[in-house]
Each structure stands twice: as structure tokens, then as C-alpha cells.
């Protein structure tokens, strides 16, 4: 098992696939909370769901911005001096856009909530916040270091115990039979990003240097590599959310609670990408200073081929049984989820290409194609989700949403093509590679289940696992195989 986790590909997946299922899991458990507590109405379970949609294109945008080139820096830096700087000047960026942020939150809050027909609610949950926002400045630069030196234990300790706090506040009041308002939520909130930053310190402490000295030269280095990615990932979190958005701004909030239900069902799909793209960006990075363009359109290819192999399983079966699930976790009263997780089902088998060229393109230097990419997406989504909305009516931004990400896929993948040299027919091998793999797999723990075995004595065993080979040329190695392993 230590010859397993000696690999960078076994042990970072174990731990960032932990990490990203650790938040959907318990946003998922969350949502069910919220959703059949009756301390909340249904107008305010989907101010709730806007709030967290534009909490997230802050965070999110933000760590684009700071995370990326944290990572691409650092890593490929023998410097300790170097890295200091780095991460000094990365931290006084994420604390000055956050003052910003707090800055807006004082002025515009109330003005926002106007917008979206929430009367003062969605204004004062935004205030109450501000806590929280100071507190992830340090989580955020905190997971960056961590990610910088190829560690994601630490990541997912603190994402687990973020979310477990807040699950822990939320569901004590719902046995305890406690009612609770939005601004509690919030608090409950703020509480495990908290929790969570404590416990990503503590396994962060061996990267530490505890010295702080940014520089103009830092700082404008990390902002010219990141701008791209800070502006594309605002716009592709606005393209996300935007369904929501827009059905709270032109429809009702209490029409936004189905659209969230969908969504958060929808994101299982993306644990896998998301997961593989923390793990894939530095090593693509390094392949692309390395000036090894076949290693990377490898890289590109097997990862979102994997990926397919196991969202398209999970995907058909949703679509088929939609109406059951919708019911079973969020309740009759949101049945009306059902065909708008169907139309998620469908662009979540085209995320994996989107999510991983974008990607792929911000780790090998082409930040600003991505961006453009990702505006040109998010002006087509918008026309799009508003003749539909016009025309259909609640399931418009759902029908708008599916045809958006479809255009979207054939322009990336006409631009994987170009840029890359990516072939359509090496992901479907990929993808019965995988099936191959782990049919293989499943045969030889059944054997072992049949003879007694272990995974220490037998060769059918999880020691056995593949590896993620760096390039095409190489074999798929195994940990006990006298292959080199990372």
C-alpha cells in the first residue's frame, strides 16, 4: 500500500477525489436539510441558492486569479526565497480584492437583494458574511500552498471539516427541532470555514515560512499570468449560475429552489473533473515548460476519457429515473426538478471536455484564449437562456443552458484540435480502456474474495492498482513492478 501512495497520480487522486466528494457530499446533504426544514420557505430556500451563487463567482474568480499561478510558480521554483515572495505577494492580492468585495457588500447589498425581489434578506445575509469573507482569505491562500508543493491531504482536511461543522449546525437544529433564519445559516457558514482553516493550517505548517515580503515584481507577475484566469473564471462561474440568476431576476426566488436542487445532483458529475484538474494542472504545466506538447495532448486526452468512462453511467441512470430521485431527496413539492436535472444530466457529459481544455489551456500559457472563449460562451448562454425563457417559461434557462454547452463543446472542440492536435477517436479508446481496466479489476477481487487473498499477497489486490503513466510512450506501470514510479 506505501508503493501505491509513493505515486503522485494514486495518492493526489485519493485525497483531491476525498476533497471534492467531502463537498459535494455534504452540499448535497445540506441542500436536503435546508429543503425539507420547514424553518425555511421556499422563496427562501432559493434566496439562499442565489446567495451562494454569487458567493461562489467571488471565491471562485478569486482563486483563479491567485491559486493558478501560486501553483505554476512554486512548483517549478527551487528558490526558497523565490517562493516566499511568491506566496507573500498572492496573499496581499487575495486580502486586497476581498476588501474590495466587503468594500461592495457595504455599499451595493441591499441593492442587490433589490434586485432579485428578496426584499432586505439576501442583502443582510451578504453583511452578515463579512466574517466569513475575512476567513477564507486565509483558507484559500492556505489550499494554494498546499497544492503549490503537490500535497492535497491538507486540502481535504480542511474542505471535510469546513463542511462537516456546518452539516453538524444544520442538522442539530433540524432533530433538535430549533428554527433557524437565513442569517443563522450564514453563521453556521462562516463558523466551519473557520473549523476548516484551522485544520488546513495545521498541515500546511511544514510549508510555512512565516515571512512576509511581497514584492511589485511578484505581484505583477502572478496578476499578468492570472488576469486571463481571474476574468474567465468569473465568466464561466456567471454561465454556471446564470440559469438561477436569471430565474430569479425575470421569474420569482421561490422558482430558483428547483433549478438548485437540480444543480447540486447535476454537480456529483463533476467530482471526477474538477478533481482531475487539480491534479493534472501541474503536471501539464511542467510538461508545457518542458516544451513536450505530445505529453500534454496525452495528458488531455486519457484524462477526459476516464472521466466519460464513469459520468456517462451516472448519467443515464439519473436521466431515466429523475421524477424517483428528485422525490426521494428534496420532496413532492420540487418535482418539478425532475426534466430540468434531466437537460443537467446531458451538459454534465460535455463538462469533462469544457472543464479540462479550459484547463489545460490556463496551465500551458493560453489564458487569454480561454477567456475569450469563456466570454463568448457566456454572451451565447445569456441570448440564448432569454429567448428561451421568453418563449418556454420556467424550463427556459434549462433548455438555454443545454443548447449553450453544446455550441460551446463543438467550438472547443474544433479549438483542441487546433492548438493541441486532439483527436475525438482517442477518447472513446480511452474510455474502453477504462471499462477494460476496471472489468479487470473486478474479476481479480472476486478471485481474491474466492481464494482468501489480500491485497499485500495477492496480485488481484488494491496494491495492484495502475498507474497514470506521464506520457503515451510509457507503459501503464504498477506499484510493484520494477517500472519507476513517482
Known amino acids: 500500500m506505501k508503493k501505491v501512495f509513493s505515486s503522485y497520480w494514486i495518492r493526489s487522486a485519493f485525497f483531491s477525489l476525498l476533497q471534492r466528494f467531502s463537498v459535494t457530499f455534504f452540499g448535497f446533504v445540506n441542500m436536503v436539510i435546508l429543503y425539507r426544514n420547514h424553518s425555511l420557505s421556499r422563496s427562501q430556500v432559493g434566496i439562499w441558492s442565489l446567495f451562494l451563487a454569487i458567493t461562489t463567482i467571488f471565491e471562485q474568480s478569486k482563486v483563479g486569479l491567485l491559486k493558478n499561478a501560486h501553483i505554476r510558480y512554486v512548483s517549478s521554483s527551487d528558490d526558497e526565497h523565490e517562493k516566499v515572495v511568491i506566496a507573500s505577494s498572492s496573499f496581499l492580492i487575495n486580502a486586497a480584492i476581498t476588501l474590495i468585495f466587503i468594500v461592495l457588500i457595504a455599499l451595493f447589498s441591499n441593492w442587490v437583494g433589490a434586485i432579485f425581489h428578496s426584499e432586505n434578506e439576501l442583502g443582510s445575509m451578504f453583511q452578515w458574511f463579512i466574517p466569513g469573507l475575512i476567513i477564507m482569505v486565509l483558507f484559500s491562500h492556505l489550499e494554494a500552498i498546499q497544492q503549490s508543493f503537490l500535497d492535497f491531504k491538507g486540502v481535504f482536511a480542511g474542505y471535510f471539516v469546513r463542511q462537516i461543522v456546518f452539516f453538524v449546525f444544520l442538522g442539530g437544529s433540524w432533530l433538535l427541532h430549533i428554527p433557524y433564519t437565513l442569517r443563522n445559516v450564514v453563521i453556521y457558514q462562516s463558523a466551519g470555514f473557520l473549523c476548516g482553516t484551522i485544520a488546513i493550517w495545521y498541515y500546511s505548517r511544514a510549508y510555512l515560512h512565516y515571512k512576509f515580503i511581497p514584492t511589485k515584481s511578484g505581484v505583477i507577475q502572478i496578476v499578468q499570468y492570472g488576469k486571463y484566469i481571474f476574468a474567465s473564471g468569473t465568466i464561466s462561474q456567471m454561465f454556471t ?9 425575470f ?12 444543480l447540486r445532483i447535476n454537480s456529483l458529475l463533476d467530482v471526477p473533473s474538477y478533481a482531475a484538474a487539480d491534479i493534472l494542472f501541474p503536471k501539464s504545466a511542467r510538461a508545457s515548460m518542458e516544451q513536450e506538447e505530445g505529453k500534454v495532448r496525452y495528458l ?6 476516464i472521466l466519460l468512462a464513469f459520468s456517462a453511467p451516472i448519467a443515464l441512470f439519473i436521466i431515466l429515473f429523475a ?3 428528485i422525490y426521494i431527496i428534496v420532496g413532492s413539492q420540487y418535482i418539478s426538478a425532475a426534466p430540468i436535472l434531466q437537460l443537467y444530466m446531458i451538459t454534465g457529459l460535455i463538462r469533462p471536455m469544457q472543464n479540462q481544455s479550459a484547463n489545460l489551456l490556463n496551465s500551458i500559457g493560453k489564458q487569454a484564449i480561454c477567456f475569450w472563449m469563456n466570454t463568448a460562451a457566456l454572451v451565447l448562454n445569456l441570448l440564448i437562456n432569454y429567448a ?6 420556467f424550463y427556459g434557462a434549462a433548455v438555454g443552458s443545454t443548447l449553450s454547452y453544446s455550441v460551446a ?3 472547443w472542440w474544433i479549438l483542441m484540435r487546433k492548438l493541441i492536435g486532439f483527436e475525438g477517436k482517442n477518447i472513446w479508446k480511452y474510455m474502453l480502456e477504462s471499462y ?3 472489468y479487470g479489476f473486478a474479476i481479480k477481487l472476486l478471485r481474491r474474495g474466492n481464494t482468501g487473498g489480500t491485497p499485500e499477497n495477492n496480485t488481484g ?3 495492484n492498482m495502475p498507474v497514470l503513466p506521464d506520457h503515451p510512450s510509457e507503459p501503464i506501470s504498477h506499484p510493484t513492478s520494477d517500472l519507476p514510479v513517482e
Open 241 to 249: 449560475n446564470l440559469d438561477q440568476m436569471m430565474t430569479g431576476k
Open 251 to 262: 421569474k420569482d426566488t421561490s422558482m430558483v429552489a428547483p433549478y438548485n436542487a437540480a
Open 300 to 305: 488531455f486526452e486519457r484524462m477526459v476519457g
Open 323 to 325: 421524477k424517483p430521485i
Open 388 to 393: 428561451c425563457m421568453r418563449t418556454i417559461g
Open 409 to 411: 463543446l463543438i467550438a
Open 436 to 438: 477494460m481496466m476496471m
Open 461 to 463: 489486490g488494491p496494491g
